[in-house]
């Protein structure tokens, strides 16, 4: 009976977590973070023993996985929890970060199958100051699905004519005080993964600043949802591109011409393991803001007044007042020569 006993005692520790097959990562390569998310209870290890870089115990248990992230992208060759870099130099100079999941067990003995996953990051990037100056509208997600293959798709961020989102302009996105409160289309898509993986939109927001961290700020979309009527969301988690649109407009107190900076907390999520849609927005309620803290696209805009073709056409007239002068003046002495 004791045996029983101890028996029941053992089996919740064991049964914890429902093993699952670990050939299956997913890294996400942004301009701020690498994310890396593996498959909850690979082969039974639960996330207190999963550690990034042999390190870090700071795995993120959301639905479906677990997530690790590598917020600092300091090229430095002892990073942030065991994070390795190299730089390679040349006409198109790169940073390749590296770093692994691993299980470490401390107890007596070890009852499940090993794991590491090991995973590295690409940028192409300027070298300047000890600091890598990557492309903030692209980043790079890659899929190992074991058997299934490996899958590599680029995730970018842009700004489109119109509402049918055929044609992206070119940056930089130059918009002129005339056109405050126009609409801006802006399209966040993934090419080259199966319509399985769909691109979600978690949060969206504005800075005077190219820093996501700016806490003057301008929220945009909130948790997937539309802060105001002034934006509207017209696909998100549906599919490999999510699109929305928002008025224009500028900071308060900015110089003639400034710069507003557009960041958007994004995620591909596999929708064949986890339910990528949120839920509607009219059923629950939500923050006046958020603190994202997954991967951020940002782009940039030139908000520019004509202040230039008026301070050309003042030129223009001064000079021409100038000039009616100096005849008035050359015609004086002349008359006035003629008199001596």
């Known amino acids: 009976m004791a045996f029983v006993s101890a028996l029941l005692m053992l089996l919740p520790v064991a049964w914890s977590c429902i093993p699952q097959k670990a050939d299956y990562v997913m890294v996400s390569c942004f301009p701020n973070a690498i994310i890396a998310n593996v498959p909850e209870c690979p082969y039974g290890w639960e996330i207190e023993h999963l550690s990034l870089g042999g390190v870090c115990y700071n795995g993120i248990h959301s639905p479906g996985y677990y997530r690790f992230i590598i917020p600092d992208l300091t090229p430095k060759n002892h990073s942030y929890c065991g994070t390795q870099s190299e730089y390679i130099p040349g006409k198109d100079p790169k940073y390749i970060f590296y770093n692994s999941i691993v299980s470490n067990d401390t107890s007596l003995t070890v009852r499940n199958q090993p794991v590491n996953y090991t995973f590295s990051c690409t940028y192409r990037a300027a070298y300047l100051v000890n600091n890598a100056v990557f492309s903030q509208r692209v980043a790079t997600v890659y899929v190992n699905n ?82 105001d009527n002034t934006v509207t969301i017209f696909e998100n988690a549906k599919d490999s591109r999510s699109m929305f649109k928002f008025n224009s407009f500028r900071f308060q107190r900015q110089e003639k011409v400034s710069t507003v900076w557009l960041h958007c907390e994004v995620q ?42 008026n301070n050309g056409h003042i030129t223009g007239v001064s000079v021409l007042i100038l000039l009616v002068v100096l005849i008035n003046t050359c015609y004086d002495f002349i008359n006035g020569s003629r008199i001596l």
């Open 146 to 227: 074991g058997s299934l293959g490996t899958f590599r798709s680029q995730l970018s961020m842009n700004v489109f004519t119109n509402s049918k989102f055929l044609y992206a302009k070119d940056a930089p996105y130059v918009i002129d005080t005339s056109e405050i409160g126009s609409e801006v289309f802006i399209g966040i898509e993934a090419k080259g993964l199966s319509n399985r993986f769909k691109v979600v939109i978690n949060n969206c927001w504005a800075t005077p600043s190219p820093y996501s961290t700016d806490r003057k700020r301008w929220s945009l979309i909130i948790k997937s949802c539309s802060s």
């Open 268 to 309: 591909v999520c596999d929708g064949e393991r986890i339910t990528c849609q949120p839920s509607p927005c009219s059923v629950r309620s939500l923050p006046s803001d958020v603190d994202p803290n997954g991967g951020i696209l940002t782009a940039e805009f030139h908000i520019k007044g004509n202040q230039s073709s």
